[in-house]
């Protein structure tokens, strides 16, 4: 057998907090990123459509790993909602289908907004260019011909009133994916369904003119970095620095500490017994660490505790990328 190929790239490790732009499709912007680090791979953490702005995280290397841990995670949006127009993708890069008068009140909105937090039961708007029986549903609503709908639970934590400014409603939405919703049907494809509900139950139909994320789980938003400024960052030498450690990304799980042995034990697919203090369900997954010969906390993985009542690796960094060799670990 021949002998594999090297990667191409660096072995770099950790997660870019990207400001992703208008425009730009996620794939896009993973790559432009990939190429800045000269990484060996990369991921993120789920798609924003091209529409869609802002914190887009960027995985490079073993921090791929753990990039699913994001994907269900609750999301934070700044919404730009333009009144009295509702459009076949009930955004603004489709066609308008319906244009009404708007006599709206900023007591309206307020009036309105609670009916749409908690879980809700979404059915995309008649005018969808969702398809049914290889066609878009706008093609059945403009022919007055009645199709089955989809009904999708989803869930919406929180929606803030920003400003109205004439036609132009701004909103800070909090919200998560809720059950049974396939991987297609994404934050946008529901926050469309949202505002153009919301324009509709307004009296004068509504639809997504910008979107901004700014908000994934409890990740800093603020350490969001355009692509302009990493290719500056790039220029200077200091890409590097802008990465923040894999464990970024779990801080929803809780941490089980280990001993050095055990965390040498995880890294060769063994267990590790189970200290926490508080009663874990089996199945639960923990972030698990153990302390460098400097005091510092050195992350290993992901475990989840079975029917032994023990912690095995779920999802380990490899040895290399962890900041001691098998020789501490004795």
């Not at 060996?40 to 869609?52: E, I, M, S």
């Not at 791929?64 to 841990?69: A, G, H, M, N």
């Not at 003119?209 to 302009?228: I, K, Y």
Request: proline letters at 4%; hydrophobic letters at 35%; aromatic letters at 6%.
């Amino acid at each position: 057998m021949g002998k594999a190929r090297p990667r191409k790239g660096r072995p770099v490790c950790g997660v870019v907090f990207l400001d992703k732009p208008k425009g730009m499709s996620s794939n896009h912007a993973l790559q432009r990123v990939k190429r800045l680090y000269n990484a060996q791979k990369a991921g993120h953490t789920g798609a924003l459509d091209p529409l869609a702005t802002g914190l887009l995280p960027v995985c490079l290397g073993e921090a791929t790993k753990f990039s699913q841990y994001l994907l269900d995670a609750d999301k934070s949006y700044r919404v730009e909602a333009t009144l009295g127009v509702r459009t076949t993708t009930s955004d603004a890069e489709g066609e308008e289908v319906e244009r009404k008068a708007v006599n709206i009140t900023e007591d309206d909105i307020r009036e309105k907004l609670p009916e749409f937090t908690g879980k809700q039961q979404q059915s995309p708007s008649i005018y969808s260019a969702l398809k049914h029986e290889g066609r878009p549903l706008y093609y059945y609503a403009r022919r007055g011909i009645e199709v089955p709908q989809k009904v999708r639970e989803i869930t919406i934590h929180s929606i803030e009133f920003i400003q109205l400014n004439g036609d132009v409603l701004e909103l800070q939405v909090g919200c998560s994916k809720g059950t049974y919703i396939p991987v297609s049907y994404t934050h946008l494809t529901y926050i469309r369904t949202l505002v153009d509900d919301l324009g509709q139950a307004l009296g004068c139909g509504a639809h997504v003119s910008l979107l901004h994320r700014n908000g994934v789980a409890d990740l800093n938003a603020d350490s969001m970095l355009t692509v302009d400024q990493l290719e500056q960052l790039a220029e200077a030498g200091e890409l590097d620095a802008q990465l923040h450690s894999v464990d970024c990304l779990l801080h929803a799980l809780p941490e089980q500490k280990v001993s050095r042995a055990e965390a040498r034990d995880l890294l060769h697919g063994q267990p590790a017994d189970n200290s926490l203090d508080r009663e874990v369900a089996v199945g639960d997954q923990c972030r698990m660490w153990c302390e460098r010969l400097d005091g510092g906390k050195e992350f290993i993985g992901v475990g989840a505790l079975r029917d032994d009542n023990r912690f095995w690796p779920k999802r380990v960094l490899a040895l290399e990328f962890c900041e001691f060799s098998l020789d501490d670990l004795k």
